[in-house]
């Protein structure tokens, strides 16, 4: 069964440091992979994707994302964190003509 | 481009009645899918629509079902509400150019918070 998991409930970094939030999937194939951000009382923002092509995706805010496939792994990446960057991030995968399955979140919070 | 609208933001029901919820997608699109998150379960997949019908469904009991108009809002409605239910709600539409789970970008709503008493 497609599973998404994220290590991590919280994370916390000093701002300006760099930030990783982990993501793995436990899926054969080749899944679709997202990452979404959710501000406190706001709905889901996007943040990026991975389709094909280049493992390293680039996305808004100045978010990167690696894919391994070896590893399984999708982490999110920023190399300078801000403050403005505390929230609840989502992973995301699909498979196939499975269902588009989120992980549990990772609070980040970003210590100025 | 307005983004995508919910409404009501906040529900407060008791348990057996219904309820339903409205989606309006964001100019254009034409795919539009539902989301329940709880602090239990997390994030839920429920259905999607696209030109008004429904092209995939999550593990949700029959008591939750949708539509979508020829205008591509939607509607979400949940009958005889168990305490369970209480969550937010979110909707998220895209261009839907291609099949589901397309490679469009998804946009979220703010969510309806519903909470069952």
């Known amino acids: 069964a497609q599973s998404v998991a994220q290590p991590e409930d919280q994370v916390n970094v000093a701002e300006g440091n760099p930030l990783t939030v982990k993501c793995t999937y436990s899926?054969?194939?080749?899944?679709?992979l997202f990452w979404y951000v959710q501000y406190p009382n706001r709905g889901l923002q996007f943040l990026l994707k991975?389709?094909?092509?280049?493992?390293l995706v680039k996305g808004s805010y100045g978010f990167e994302a690696e894919f391994n496939k070896s590893q399984t792994s999708f982490h999110l990446k920023k190399p300078s964190a801000l403050v403005s960057d505390s929230a609840l991030y989502f992973c995301?995968?699909?498979?196939?003509?499975?269902?588009?399955?989120f992980g549990t979140g990772t609070r980040l919070t970003i210590i100025p | 481009k307005a983004g995508v609208t919910q409404t009501p933001r906040y529900l407060i029901k008791t348990r057996g009645q219904q309820v339903t919820l409205s989606c309006s997608p964001i100019?254009?699109?034409?795919?539009v899918s539902w989301y329940q998150q709880t602090p239990g379960q997390g994030l839920q997949f429920l259905f999607e629509?696209?030109?008004?019908?429904?092209?995939n469904k999550g593990n949700f009991p029959g008591r939750f079902s949708g539509r979508q108009f020829s205008n591509s809002r939607s509607e979400m409605n949940v009958s005889t509400l168990e305490l369970g239910d209480s969550a937010l709600y979110l909707c998220?539409?895209?261009?839907?150019?291609?099949?589901?789970?397309?490679?469009?970008?998804?946009?979220f709503g703010p969510g309806t918070r519903l909470t069952v008493l």
């Open positions: 629509y696209f030109s008004e019908t429904q092209r």
């Open positions: 991975y389709i094909t092509g280049d493992n």
């Open positions: 100019s254009g699109h034409r795919s």
């Open positions: 995301a995968a699909y498979f196939g003509n499975e269902k588009l399955t």
């Open positions: 899926v054969s194939g080749n899944p679709y």
């Open positions: 998220a539409s895209s261009p839907g150019q291609t099949r589901w789970p397309s490679t469009d970008t998804q946009y």
